[in-house]
């Protein structure tokens, strides 16, 4: 988080969601992993999770995932929101 240059609370989530993947290996999340990504990461929880992660699905940073994760929605980051992460939000 310190290392990126992140204004809003859509590219927190997307970094967040870009380390629970690449750092932590999980193949797909949910708002109570972002959740839990937010509190480890000592920031402030965005007053609408599922705002910010919708306006990264629309940018095409994120995507839904087939199958639901502990009965909750989930999504994963995709190639474009990888590459958003590593060299736009430097």
Do not use: C
Request: charged fraction near 30%; avoid cysteine.
């Amino acid at each position: 988080m310190l290392s990126k240059k992140l204004k809003s609370e859509t590219q927190k989530v997307l970094a967040l969601a870009y380390f629970l993947e690449r750092e932590e290996g999980i193949a797909s999340f949910n708002v109570s992993d972002l959740e839990s990504a937010f509190r480890s990461a000592r920031e402030k929880l965005p007053k609408n999770m599922n705002d910010a992660v919708n306006k990264n699905i629309a940018r095409g940073f994120l995507m839904g995932t087939s199958e639901k994760k502990d009965s909750k929605k989930a999504w994963q980051l995709t190639s474009t929101g990888e590459r958003h992460v590593e060299h736009e939000l430097n």
